[in-house]
């Protein structure tokens, strides 16, 4: 099970830096512009840190209007975050089986010590975390 | 390979991701049949159509005939209206994302 973990945890690192190059290269082939990179970047690392790093590297892809779009996807559950240039970011989670729809707008830029992210955001995120492997 | 599904007309071909060589077929028809969860009769029915490539010739638009320019098939009835609920919008494009995960293929 130690081997799995550390695969799993290697797996993510590795991911999580493709992400980086991603981001990177939309930006040079002008999907972007250098301040989506760094907010989607930004992102990426407070959601990862506030569920103590659990939360997988999600997909990635570039809207029409210079806007990033992260999507995670795990059995029946669906979420999307994405990031606008001037407006807040939008969650959105649908759940395939009981045809649920929840969303929230999240203002990336503001976020910090004082005012963190929600727990109604961090509830849906905790869907997504990978099973802990059994001892 | 690709040419030949495109023309049948009742597979969507588009490439996926980092990787050009990964395709998702996706069935026209099932595109259609879409609708938004929960459904609302604000949004219209999605459209698969095909969009000949154009040329330039002596000052004339004119479809481009040269080998190789197929064209491409696009989706039509994403663009949301302004007094609807982008959730009905945003339903509708996770579906369509699944339907596009059932059937990657790799060109080799």
């Known amino acids: 099970m130690a081997t ?5 945890a290697l797996r993510e690192q590795t991911r999580g830096q493709r992400l980086s190059d991603y981001l990177r290269e939309m930006r040079r082939e002008g999907n972007i512009d250098v301040d ?10 407070m959601l990862h840190a506030a569920t103590s790093n659990k939360l997988p590297v999600p997909d990635a892809c570039p809207g029409p209007d210079g806007h990033m779009l992260y999507t995670w996807d795990l059995r029946e559950h ?10 807040p970011a939008e969650l959105f989670y649908r759940n395939r089986l009981s045809g ?16 963190p992210i929600p727990q109604e955001v961090l509830q849906k995120l905790s869907l997504f975390f990978p099973e802990c492997p059994t001892a | 390979m690709c040419l030949g599904l495109y023309r049948c007309r009742r597979l969507t071909v588009k490439q996926v991701g980092f990787n050009p060589a990964a395709f998702a077929l996706t069935d026209d028809d099932e595109i259609r049949a879409l609708r938004p969860e929960p459904n609302s009769m604000d949004v219209p029915d999605l459209d698969v159509v095909w969009d000949s490539l154009m040329m330039e ?29 982008q ?3 945003k339903s509708l494009r996770s579906q369509l994302a699944d339907l596009a995960c059932q059937r990657i293929i790799t060109l080799t």
């Open chain 1, 36 to 45: 989506m990179v760094a907010l989607s970047w930004r992102a990426w690392n």
């Open chain 1, 100 to 115: 649920n729809l929840w969303e929230f707008d999240l203002d990336i830029r503001n976020l910090d010590r004082e005012d």
């Open chain 2, 57 to 85: 010739e002596n000052g004339m638009i004119l479809p481009d005939t040269r080998p190789g320019a197929e064209g491409h098939a696009g989706k039509t009835g994403l663009l949301r209206p302004p007094f609807v609920e």
């Open chain 2, 87 to 89: 959730r009905f919008y």
């Open chain 1, 78 to 87: 669906h979420l999307e975050l994405e990031m606008f240039a001037n407006n």
């Open chain 1, 4 to 8: 799995t973990s550390y695969e799993d």
